[in-house]
């Protein structure tokens, strides 16, 4: 068995160690400060000698192995492990037991599981539709406790000690038992690796919430991943900051006018559309059926369709991008959907409908629109 030198100090980035075998798993050593993935928490990354070490596995007789690239080492090594990775590990770790404490204490919300990934770090707690007030309570009590400089520690208690202790959750293994202790607000059971105080951790934040298997899954950060997530938010809000012309904090209000001044222009564009369908329509001469070109998209071109077919006319329209409306009147003999099928046969096209409207658009717009819709 490896000895895990990490369980007495999280803060060590080169050590020494002698190579106990190379498998095709990876290397195996005597004792090692790589954390193995565990517990929600990613493995190490780093150098062996000269290896690459790319990922820390525990197997399941409990041997750890190196996964490495390169020439595998010999002998005596010395092991550097990717300081800012761990460090962020370390610190989106404490993160969780900071936060999974706070959210049983605020919202009544035991943790089920956690995961501390590359890409997102979430909690599972066994709780549906967490109210935002219950959310926000549980975020600023783990603030709070950030603020208050508490002590991080980890040790192996013995038993008439372990029994004392109030344990968040239950351990996941008999023997052995190493709890992590968060001042005196929260005592759980694991093997990770932590920050030393609260006051590393900087802030933790919720970045969402919800429902999951009948759970809430609760997406948060911490850390340098949560100044780094900030500092690039507040990038995007300046720019936008400067193209409202305003300050940061006023952008939502811009944001409000920008959506209010469009749907103003939105509604006048409707009208005004709806006013040029009429004048087109009363433009065409006679009272029977209408085949043309009208110049303008195809909403323009249904509106007008159906002015003209209001006023008793059958409409054979196409407009400007090669869509086509075909409608009847009231009392016509007109079949749409089989004069759209010859149509598309004959030119190329996707659409159809029924025998009172069809519609599509052609792959070729015919030359001669009228010549193409008079009955065969």
């Known amino acids: ?12 980035r080169t050590f020494e160690a002698n190579v106990v075998a190379i498998t095709d798993r990876g290397i195996i050593l005597d004792e090692t400060h790589f954390y193995p993935e565990a517990g929600g928490q990613l493995g190490d990354r780093g150098t062996l000698g000269g290896a690459t070490i790319v990922d820390t596995q525990e197997l399941d007789d409990g041997t750890i192995v190196h996964v490495f690239t390169g020439e595998p080492p010999s002998g005596r090594v010395t092991g550097s492990i990717d300081w800012a990775r761990r460090r962020q590990h370390m610190a989106q770790h404490t993160a969780q037991h900071l936060l999974s404490g706070a959210l049983l204490d605020r919202a009544q919300a035991p943790t089920q599981s956690a995961r501390l990934g ?17 959310l926000a309570a549980a975020e600023a009590l783990a603030n709070d406790l950030v603020d208050d400089d508490l002590a991080v520690r980890a040790w192996f208690p013995d038993p008439g ?12 293994v008999t023997a052995d038992i190493r709890v992590v202790a968060i001042g005196d607000f929260d005592f759980s059971p694991c093997g990770g690796t932590h920050v030393a105080r609260t006051s590393q951790l900087g802030s933790v934040r919720i970045a969402n919430s919800e429902r999951y298997k009948g759970m809430t899954r609760v997406t948060f950060t911490a850390g340098r991943r949560a100044r780094e997530e900030l500092f690039s938010r507040d990038a995007v809000l300046r720019q936008l900051a400067t193209r409202f012309s305003c300050a940061p904090l006023e952008v939502p209000a811009a944001i409000d006018k920008l959506d209010r001044d469009a749907a103003a222009r939105k509604t006048e564009t409707t009208a005004m559309r ?72 004959q030119f190329g096209g996707k659409g159809g409908g029924k025998a009172d409207r069809a519609e599509g658009r052609f792959s070729t717009p015919p030359a001669d629109w009228a010549a193409a819709v008079s009955e065969p």
């Open 1 to 12: 068995m490896t000895k895990r030198l990490y369980h007495g100090d999280s803060y060590t």
């Open 118 to 134: 590359e890409s997102a770090l979430t909690i599972d707690v066994a709780r549906d539709r967490i109210p935002d007030a219950d």
């Open 161 to 172: 000690e372990l029994a004392a202790l109030k344990l968040r959750r239950d351990p996941k």
């Open 274 to 345: 709806g006013r040029l369908a009429e004048l087109i329509a009363a433009a065409f001469p006679g009272d029977g059926r209408v085949v043309a070109h009208v110049p303008g998209d195809a909403e323009l071109v249904r509106l007008v369709a159906a002015k003209l077919v209001a006023g008793g006319r059958d409409a054979l329209l196409a407009g400007d991008d090669g869509h086509a409306i075909l409608m009847r009147a009231a009392g016509s003999t007109l079949d749409a959907g089989a004069l759209w099928k010859r149509l598309a046969q």
